[in-house]
């Protein structure tokens, strides 16, 4: 099992980098993973969808599609692509130390 270290912790992760145990995700790890996946910086809009990620997971047991995301996190579809390019759902759940949500490739 592969196992990444972020802010000197130790944690499991699959095959893409998604945390196997989101129990073990501290706040303090998100700035180094954003800034292994090419987000040089979190703002505050990045960490209000990083939270809504986490409370969504920690509610419904998967994080939100992009489509929900965007209607309910407060942060716009368009916003969202250019605060987490490439798949917001997918960047954002892997900040958040969450898994992968259903749906996303």
């Known amino acids: 099992m592969p196992t990444r270290t972020y802010a000197g912790v130790e ?3 699959d095959e893409q980098g998604f945390f196997l145990d ?3 995700w501290d706040e303090a790890m998100a700035p180094e993973i954003a800034a292994a996946e ?3 910086e979190l703002t505050d809009r990045h960490w209000q969808v990083v939270k809504f990620m986490r409370h969504e997971y920690e509610e419904k047991g998967t994080g939100p ?7 309910t ?3 716009p579809i368009k916003e969202l692509y250019a605060l987490f390019p490439g ?3 997918k960047l954002a759940a892997k900040i958040a130390g969450i898994p992968k ?3 996303c490739i």
């Open 11 to 13: 944690v499991a992760v």
């Open 22 to 24: 989101p129990s073990r």
């Open 38 to 40: 090419g987000v040089a």
């Open 65 to 71: 599609s992009v489509r929900a995301l965007g209607k």
């Open 73 to 75: 996190s407060g942060v």
């Open 87 to 89: 798949g917001p759902a």
């Open 101 to 103: 949500p259903r749906g």
